[in-house]
């Protein structure tokens, strides 16, 4: 069965840090892969994804994700974090013909000033 | 454009119950799923439904069932609940059909207390 992996459950870091997120999925065919966040009293928001064509993929607020296919990672960056960006983050990939989405456990940020 | 709400907010039940939730898709969304998300972990894919009929299901036992209606609204509901049901139950909606098939569009949840 697929899985995805976040090895990160807790990073404080201070404005203005840079930001990279771990995530390792296992799933030999093809994936689309994702990241949602979740900030404080909010729902979940797409961040980003990835479909096909450039494993290097940029969302909102700044964030990007690389694929790498070979390492079946999809991690997560953020050159310079604000404290807005104090949530929680998921990684995801739609299998199962495009019906589920696994996520990961989720990592939580506190971006302290 | 109208999002993906979901009733009720809160919801408490004792051991045993049956609950009922509730979901609205976002506008033009044609297929919806559920997912589990209990305390500290990432959400857990329930079942999907599409054209009114389950689309895939995750690893959830049959007292786990749900309806999508005519207007692609759609219900969960939980049979003989358990104490380990409670959890924030979330609804995603989705358009099929191309890559707008593999975007999904959460809601804000329902938090279920089984006590």
């Known amino acids: 069965a697929q899985s995805v992996s976040q090895h990160n459950h807790h990073v404080i870091l201070s404005e203005a840090a840079s930001l990279e997120l771990g995530c390792n999925y296992s799933?030999?065919?093809?994936?689309?892969l994702f990241w949602y966040v979740q900030y404080p009293g909010q729902h979940l928001q797409l961040l980003l994804k990835?479909?096909?064509?450039?494993?290097l993929v940029k969302g909102i607020k700044g964030f990007e994700a690389e694929f790498i296919k070979s390492k079946f990672s999809f991690n997560l960056r953020k050159p310079s974090v604000q404290w807005s960006d104090t949530a929680e983050y998921f990684c995801?990939?739609?299998?199962?013909?495009?019906?589920?989405?696994?996520f990961g456990t989720g990592t939580q940020l506190k971006v302290e000033l | 454009e109208t999002g993906v709400t979901q009733s009720p907010t809160h919801l408490i039940k004792t051991r045993g119950q049956q609950v009922t939730l509730r979901c609205s898709s976002q506008?033009?969304?044609?297929?919806v799923s559920w997912y589990q998300q209990a305390l500290g972990q990432g959400p857990q894919f329930i079942f999907q439904?599409?054209?009114?009929?389950?689309?895939g299901r995750g690893n959830f036992p049959p007292r786990f069932s749900g309806l999508q209606f005519p207007n692609y609204s759609s219900e969960l509901n939980v049979n003989a609940l358990e104490l380990d049901d409670s959890a924030l139950y979330l609804c995603?909606?989705?358009?099929?059909?191309?890559?707008?098939?593999?975007?999904?569009?959460f809601g804000p949840g329902t938090r279920l207390t089984v006590t």
């Open positions: 995801a990939v739609l299998t199962g013909g495009g019906n589920k989405l696994t």
């Open positions: 799933y030999g065919g093809t994936v689309n």
């Open positions: 439904y599409y054209r009114e009929e389950e689309n």
């Open positions: 990835y479909f096909s064509g450039d494993p």
């Open positions: 506008s033009g969304h044609n297929t």
């Open positions: 995603a909606s989705s358009l099929a059909g191309g890559q707008g098939a593999y975007e999904q569009y």
